[in-house]
């Protein structure tokens, strides 16, 4: 079982609709929970963070944490064409003396017009 | 410099070589991280540290080695490299380890 695991897609969703993309992780004793975008051959970008159980909004994005069901969810509310892109999972890993972050393999989010 | 530098941007490089890519960061982190991303693998971290002093292993250590002498630096060698090693490594680092990780540029790199 990978630590941190995500459907790699492509989720294909029409412009304005809502994406939904998920990730579940292994570590109960997780504390951090990310969100990155990559566009092809650039590097990850950070969009959201969240530490807490329950929702986060930024504006079109809305982050979501269950730590009890060890799921952390994306919502992109009114989907742009800009938002394709692939989506990283990133979880931080408690260690008995050091803490690492580890990333999902990505969701792969086509917009279509 | 400003954020995270990487270099080089890309090399080709003889299997059986040794080298070394390089990540610097000005932002005063104390947590840097190195990954390595393949198609369809998403990023696996293959070294990382927590502070100046400390390294630990990541998910992909192998025929790879870091040092973190300073907060600044933080270089990942190759001591003999392999075809499979072919692949894009970014350099990241946080505040601390439990915050958000800042990338480089990245570093695209063949083995051949």
């Known amino acids: 079982q990978k630590e941190v695991e995500q459907n790699s897609g492509p989720l294909s969703v029409p412009e304005g609709a809502i994406a939904s993309l998920n990730c579940t992780y292994s570590d109960r004793g997780s504390q951090s929970f990310f969100w990155y975008r990559q566009y092809s051959g650039k590097s990850p970008e950070l969009i959201m963070f969240?530490?807490?159980?329950g929702d986060k909004e930024d504006g079109r994005f809305t982050a979501q944490l269950n730590k009890a069901s060890q799921y952390v969810s994306l919502l992109i509310r009114d989907s742009q064409p800009s938002d394709s892109a692939t989506y990283l999972c990133a979880v931080n890993k408690l260690g008995s003396s050091a803490s690492k972050i580890i990333f999902g393999s990505g969701t792969r989010l086509s917009i279509r017009p | 410099i400003a954020g995270i530098t990487q270099a080089p941007t890309s090399q080709i490089l003889a299997a059986g070589r040794r080298m070394t890519l390089r990540c610097t960061q000005d932002m005063r982190h104390n947590a840097m991280y190195w990954y390595r991303q393949d198609l369809g693998l998403g990023l696996r971290l293959i070294h990382y540290?927590?502070?100046?002093?400390?390294?630990g292993k990541g998910e992909v250590p192998d025929g790879y080695s870091v040092s973190r002498a300073n907060t600044d630096d933080f270089p990942l060698t190759l001591a003999s490299a392999v075809p499979s090693q072919t692949s894009v490594y970014f350099c990241?680092?946080?505040?601390?380890?439990?915050?958000?990780?800042?990338f480089g540029q990245g570093t695209r790199l063949t083995v051949v």
């Open positions: 990241a680092s946080s505040v601390g380890a439990n915050t958000e990780a800042f």
């Open positions: 540290s927590n502070t100046a002093g400390t390294t």
């Open positions: 969240i530490y807490s159980n």
